[in-house]
T-cell receptor
Framework: LAKTTQPISMDSYEGQEVNITCSHNNIATNDYITWYQQFPSQGPRFIIQGYKTKVTNEVASLFIPADRKSSTLSLPRVSLSDTAVYYC??????????FGKGNQVVVIP | GAVVSQHPSRVICKSGTSVKIECRSLDFQATTMFWYRQFPKQSLMLMATSNEGSKATYEQGVEKDKFLINHASLTLSTLTVTSAHPEDSSFYICSAMGTSGGAFNEQYFGPGTRLTVT
């Protein structure tokens, strides 16, 4: 299973933009990059998915450099409700996904 | 968006008894479902992959006779924890993958089931 590495935790103030990085040095050619958000005692929630360059939706942007060995999830103007664990995963088709430790983001008032 | 439900949301059982957890895809058909376990302050750990109409594939270290998985239809998979013990207490999460095709079928996660074995 393709592995990912993320910082363990980070704090941010309300209203700021938060950028969360993820390393996936062994990403395969066919792999897509997907980010999930998890609140305590809930299942993960899909945020965004991409293959290369930049993807943007109503909640986040995903930046993927040309070598695809890393990616950055950008959350614009975070609020207290964005406090959660964020996971990045790589995979293809119906392949199994390996969750890394994730990044605990704490938004401070 | 795609919705996955789990039932029950939480269950308390006595040591030695069996518990069944249901995972349903409510508005789409799921050929593949996954079962995860999550201990407090830890990441999700994949237990098994369940494909409709076939036997589940278990990850290394997961006892298939203890964690029985049945994927009888395209919308339902069940996980039965047999002869549960306190160390089986955990948060069990399922996910379902649609049949829409494409290079990467994203997984839709259920809300999880909190199992406490006393």
């Amino acid at each position: 299973l393709a592995k990912t590495t993320q910082p363990i935790s980070m704090d941010s103030y309300e209203g700021q933009e938060v950028n969360i990085t993820c390393s996936h040095n062994n990403i395969a050619t066919n792999d897509y990059i997907t980010w999930y958000q998890q609140f305590p005692s809930q299942g993960p929630r899909f945020i965004i998915q991409g293959y290369k360059t930049k993807v943007t939706n109503e909640v986040a942007s995903l930046f993927i450099p040309a070598d695809r060995k890393s990616s950055t999830l950008s959350l614009p103007r975070v609020s207290l409700s964005d406090t959660a664990v964020y996971y990045c995963l790589v995979g293809y088709g119906n392949n199994r996904l390996a969750f890394g430790k994730g990044n605990q983001v704490v938004v401070i008032p | 968006g795609a919705v996955v439900s789990q039932h029950p949301s939480r269950v308390i059982c006595k040591s030695g008894t069996s518990v069944k957890i249901e995972c349903r895809s409510l508005d789409f058909q799921a050929t593949t479902m996954f079962w995860y376990r999550q201990f407090p302050k830890q990441s999700l750990m994949l237990m098994a992959t369940s494909n409709e109409g076939s036997k589940a594939t278990y990850e290394q270290g997961v006892e298939k006779d203890k964690f029985l998985i049945n994927h009888a239809s395209l919308t339902l998979s069940t996980l039965t924890v047999t002869s549960a013990h306190p160390e089986d207490s955990s948060f069990y999460i399922c996910s379902a993958m649609g049949t829409s095709g494409g290079a990467f079928n994203e997984q839709y996660f259920g809300p999880g089931t909190r199992l406490t074995v006393t």
